[in-house]
């Protein structure tokens, strides 16, 4: 009687193990980006920007849930690009794992190129940098900022980068009003956007 039960425990626990396994590979765990309007954003678009979102990615044993969205383009004021990611419930929750400069390089589109970067400084809730892009030869600034303080990390990080034209100086006046401007909105649906 008892090696039935030992065996009936076993069986029972490989069958747990077998369905758990199954469970966690059907999760979606690769960020995979499409085109969205720019009102399905997250992120109030500057004029002239396109935006992106991922699908909703499952980590953590199906309790962590990330988004990551993005609006980026030419401007009057030059290049500007914005990065959210965010936790997609309450049980989910980001580090701030890199400094500054390493963060605005992972965020930028030719962050390989990226050089010269200033001491980082504060500016009301943000951290931020000046730097250069090597490739397309500009004056760039980038911040970092954080939402509210969940689980020991933040429900969500932005990323924004304003970089002025090629041959022009950004000056600060203009980067803290890129800073001020950029703001997040509510979005109906987050898990249904349609693309464009």
């Not at 954003?41 to 953590?60: D, H, K, L, W």
């Amino acid at each position: 009687m008892r090696s039935v039960s030992s065996l009936a425990f076993y069986v029972s626990c490989s069958l747990v193990a077998f369905l758990l396994a199954v469970t966690a590979s059907a999760t979606t765990m690769t960020y995979q980006w499409s085109d969205i309007d720019c009102g399905q954003s997250r992120i109030v678009a500057q004029p002239g920007s396109a935006c992106e979102a991922t699908n909703v990615v499952t980590m953590e044993g199906n309790i962590g849930e990330f988004r990551k969205w993005s609006t980026d383009g030419e401007t009057s004021e030059g290049y500007v690009h914005v990065f959210l990611w965010e936790a997609q419930n309450s049980f989910s929750y980001l580090m701030v794992d890199e400094i500054t400069a390493d963060f605005l390089k992972w965020v930028h589109v030719n962050g390989q190129f990226v050089t010269r970067f200033s001491p980082v400084a504060r500016y009301h809730d943000v951290d931020y940098t000046t730097f250069r892009d090597d490739k397309e030869q500009r004056a760039c600034a980038g911040f970092r900022r954080t939402g509210s303080a969940r689980r020991g990390g933040y429900d969500w990080i932005m990323g924004g980068i304003l970089c002025a034209p090629a041959g022009k100086n950004l000056n600060q006046d203009q980067f803290f009003r890129f800073v001020d401007s950029v703001r997040l909105q509510q979005v109906s649906q987050p898990n249904s956007l349609s693309t464009r």
